[in-house]
């Protein structure tokens, strides 16, 4: 799954138009404004510019957290694995061999 920053614009009639993780942050904000303020957060146009402000604060911290794990994030993986290799002549197989494969990696997340 990609990360993505995503954004959230808000309509004049007060809906908001998300995605990715500004939708998240988005919600968030919305979701705690009555908690923070103690009354519900206006409803349709009236509650544009808390929303806009909301929308703008959600959008440019999204941007900010992706680019920052993009640029920092460290991944790697270890495998470890059984592998059967036989050794055939003309007269079939006459030995078979057990061993282990080990591998590392690591990358940058994009």
């Known amino acids: 799954m990609a990360l ?5 614009n808000v309509s004049a009639d007060g809906s ?9 942050i988005y919600d ?6 009555t908690a923070d303020m ?7 146009a009236d509650g ?4 806009n402000g909301y929308a703008i604060q959600a959008t440019h911290l999204a ?14 993986t270890s495998v470890e694995t059984e592998i059967l290799v036989s050794a055939c002549t003309t007269g ?3 030995a078979g061999i057990n061993g282990t494969a080990n591998g590392t990696g690591s990358g940058q997340i994009s």
């Open 16 to 24: 908001a138009q998300k995605s990715g993780l500004a939708e998240a």
């Open 4 to 8: 993505l920053a995503g954004s959230v």
């Open 92 to 94: 079939g197989v006459i």
């Open 28 to 33: 968030e904000f919305v979701n705690n404004y």
């Open 63 to 76: 941007v900010a957290i992706v680019n920052y794990i993009t640029a920092n994030a460290q991944v790697s």
């Open 38 to 44: 103690g009354s519900p957060l206006p409803a349709g």
């Open 48 to 51: 544009k510019p808390i929303k």
